[in-house]
């Protein structure tokens, strides 16, 4: 399994709080992990960890960039609003 970058919370430059928290993401998570446990072969196993770890990430980025864009949007339009 190679990793190009260990990614931390430093790198985070929005706070996860509202994924890390969700009850629904993390009991969809656990569900993953505990089906994931039934996988007998270790390389397959972090593979396949691997690989949805990587697809969370684009997600996440994803709906952070969406979120930001919102939050700009709306800034711009209540100072266009003050005027």
């Known amino acids: 399994m190679i990793f ?3 990614h931390t919370k430093e790198d985070t430059p929005i706070s996860r709080d509202w ?3 969700n009850k629904r993401y993390l009991n969809q998570l656990q569900r993953f ?3 994931v446990d ?3 072969k270790e390389d397959l196993k972090n593979h396949v960890i691997a690989q949805m770890l990587k697809c969370d ?3 996440t980025e994803l709906a952070e960039k969406e979120m930001k864009k919102i ?3 709306q800034y711009n ?3 266009n ?3």
Do not use: F, G, H, T
Request: glycine share 0%.
């Open 4 to 6: 190009r970058k260990k």
């Open 33 to 35: 992990l505990d089906s």
């Open 38 to 40: 039934s996988i007998e």
């Open 71 to 73: 939050r700009n949007e």
């Open 77 to 79: 339009s209540n100072q």
């Open 57 to 59: 990430l684009i997600l």
């Open 19 to 21: 994924k890390e928290k």
């Open 81 to 83: 609003k003050a005027y």
